[in-house]
């Protein structure tokens, strides 16, 4: 889980509640997804030529922008949301072990 969002859940946990956390997390996720799609962009303009012209002559579909940077999308989304349920299953172990003592 990333740093920024890790900090965001941990003080919006002991100042607001879970309604605050998940707030804040989503602000978080969303700054840090278009971080994402900035960078892909980037990275498919330097480097799918290259690779396209690789793919080209062996005899290989090129791939296209869009495709590169649809599934580059959808990657980062599966990871976020795992890394995302992770952390709230920390916060929700914390919060238990807190309430027992």
Known sequence: MSTSLTSTMASCHTKGGLASTRSSAVSV?????ADVEKRAQAL????????????????LREIA????????????????????????????????????D
């Open 44 to 59: 498919g303009a330097e480097e799918l030529p290259p690779l396209n012209q690789k793919l080209k002559a062996a005899g």
């Open 65 to 100: 922008q869009a495709d590169a940077v649809e599934a580059g999308q959808e990657l980062f989304a599966a990871r976020t949301l795992e890394e995302a349920l992770e952390g709230a299953q920390e916060q929700e172990a914390t919060t238990r072990r807190r309430e027992h």
């Open 29 to 33: 996720l969303e700054r840090e997804l």
